[in-house]
C-alpha cells in the first residue's frame, strides 16, 4: 500500500478508537462553504498527491485526492484537453479531492454536466478504516447507489475521498463569447428560447447592473463546439437581439473570473450581506426579490447578497419555484454567526432518512465530520 494512503488509514483508525471526529481538508480553499464546524480534527489529505493515470486517447485520468486542482487542469491542457464542468477554485491551494467532495460546478454546468457526471471510479476510506474501490466495472453497494458518484458533493460527511478517475474532453476548436444589453426578464426568455434550438452554447451568465463593474446589465453566452457551427451561431445571436462580441482574447478570463467568484458582482455590497446562491427550475421567470442577481446556467442558478436574517424568505421563495437557497458564504462583519440555522436548506423527511442510512454504512462510529451538512 501507498505510505501516504496508509498514513491517512493510521489517522482514520486512531480517530474512531479515540472517539474523535476528523474534518477532512485539502487547500482549505472551500472552507467558507457548509455549515459551521468545531473541535475537529483537521485530516489533511495534501500529501497524498499525484496522477497515477492518464490515457488521454481513451479521455480518462486518475488522480489521487491531495493533488492540487490546477496542476490537473496544466496536465489537461498539455494534451488539449479538460474538465468540461470547469470546477471553481476560488483559490491556488484548491484540490482534486475538494472539487468532488464539495460538488461545485462552473457555469458550463447546465450543458456539460456536473462534477458528478463526470466521476467514472472513486477509492475512499471508510469509518470503519477499511480502502474501498468503486467504479470502472459500476460497482454499486447492497443499497443499489452508485458509490463513486454518491460521494460527489458528500463534503466528507461519508468517506475519505483518496482517489478519483474522471472523464474529461478535448478542448473544443471554436470558442466565442458574445454579450447583449438586456434586462434580467429579456435574457431569461431569450435563454429559454435557446434551450429548444440545436445551438453550441456552452455557459450563460447575466448580471445586474447594480453589481457589475460595466454599469448595465448584462448577459454573457459563451458557444463552443466546432468553429463554423459557432461562427455560424454567434452571427445569428447578435443579429437577432442586437449583441458584440467579446474579443477572442478575453473570452476565457470572463469564465474563469465568473468560476472563481472574481468578478465585480462578488464584492460584497456592504460587510453585513450573505452570498445566497438558489437553485431553481431554469424556467422560474425572474423572481420578485429586492436584491441585485447573478443568473448562470441558463436560469436554474442565481446568486444575490442578503442578510442571513432573511434566509427564511428565501427559502420560501426558492421552494415557490422548485428549487432550495443556500447560504453560501458568510458575511465579513458576522462571519460564522450566520450560519446558526444552519447553511443548507433543510431536506424532506424522506431525503433525511436515506442520508442517514448512508451514513450509518460508510461511517457507523462518527468519524468524520457529519455537521457539515
Excluded at 41 to 68: K, Q
Excluded at 69 to 93: G, V
Excluded at 262 to 283: E, G, H, K, Q, Y
Excluded at 308 to 325: C, I, R
Aim: with cysteine; glycine share 10%.
Amino acid at each position: 500500500m501507498n505510505f501516504s494512503l496508509q498514513h491517512l488509514q493510521d489517522q482514520i483508525n486512531a480517530a474512531r478508537a479515540d472517539k474523535k471526529t476528523l474534518r477532512i481538508r485539502g487547500g482549505g480553499s472551500k472552507d467558507f462553504y457548509g455549515n459551521t464546524l468545531g473541535g475537529h480534527t483537521v485530516l489533511d489529505t495534501r500529501s497524498h498527491s499525484g496522477i497515477t493515470s492518464y490515457e488521454p486517447s481513451e479521455l480518462v485520468v486518475t488522480v489521487r485526492a491531495g493533488t492540487p486542482l490546477a496542476e490537473l487542469e496544466a496536465a489537461l491542457l498539455a494534451k488539449n484537453q479538460y474538465l468540461p464542468f470547469e470546477p471553481p477554485h476560488f483559490a491556488d491551494c484548491s484540490t482534486v479531492g475538494g472539487m468532488v467532495a464539495s460538488g461545485l460546478s462552473g457555469a458550463a454546468r447546465a450543458t456539460a454536466g456536473s462534477v458528478r457526471d463526470h466521476v467514472l471510479g472513486i477509492q475512499i476510506i471508510n469509518g470503519a478504516g477499511e480502502v474501498l474501490n468503486f467504479g470502472g466495472t459500476v460497482m454499486k453497494n447492497v443499497a443499489g447507489y452508485d458509490v463513486s458518484r454518491l460521494m460527489a458533493g458528500s463534503m466528507g460527511t461519508l468517506a475519505l475521498i483518496t482517489e478519483v478517475s474522471l472523464k474529461v474532453l478535448p478542448v473544443p476548436a471554436g470558442d466565442a463569447t458574445i454579450g447583449f444589453d438586456v434586462t434580467q426578464a429579456d435574457a431569461l426568455a431569450m435563454m429559454n428560447s435557446w434551450r429548444k434550438q440545436p445551438l453550441p452554447i456552452n455557459s450563460t451568465a447575466w448580471v445586474d447592473r447594480r453589481g457589475s463593474a460595466l454599469g448595465r446589465n448584462a448577459l454573457f453566452v459563451r458557444l463552443r463546439g466546432a468553429k463554423a457551427a459557432v461562427e455560424s451561431a454567434g452571427a445569428r445571436l447578435m443579429a437577432d437581439h442586437k449583441g458584440y462580441a467579446l474579443p477572442s482574447e478575453s473570452s476565457p478570463a470572463v469564465w474563469r473570473s465568473a468560476n472563481n467568484h472574481a468578478m465585480s458582482f462578488f464584492t460584497p455590497p456592504t460587510d453585513d450581506l450573505c452570498l445566497w446562491r438558489l437553485s431553481v427550475a431554469a424556467a422560474t421567470p425572474e423572481l420578485e426579490l429586492p436584491y441585485p442577481q447573478l443568473v448562470e446556467w441558463q436560469g436554474a442558478q442565481r446568486w444575490l447578497w442578503a442578510r442571513a436574517t432573511e434566509g427564511v424568505a428565501l427559502q420560501a421563495t426558492a421552494s415557490k419555484a422548485g428549487g432550495h437557497a443556500t447560504l453560501f458564504k458568510s458575511s465579513q462583519a458576522l462571519n460564522e454567526t450566520d450560519k446558526a440555522g444552519g447553511a443548507f436548506q433543510a431536506q424532506s423527511a424522506v431525503l433525511t432518512k436515506i442520508n442517514q442510512g448512508l451514513r450509518e454504512q460508510l461511517d457507523p462510529h462518527q468519524v468524520f465530520n457529519t455537521g457539515r451538512i
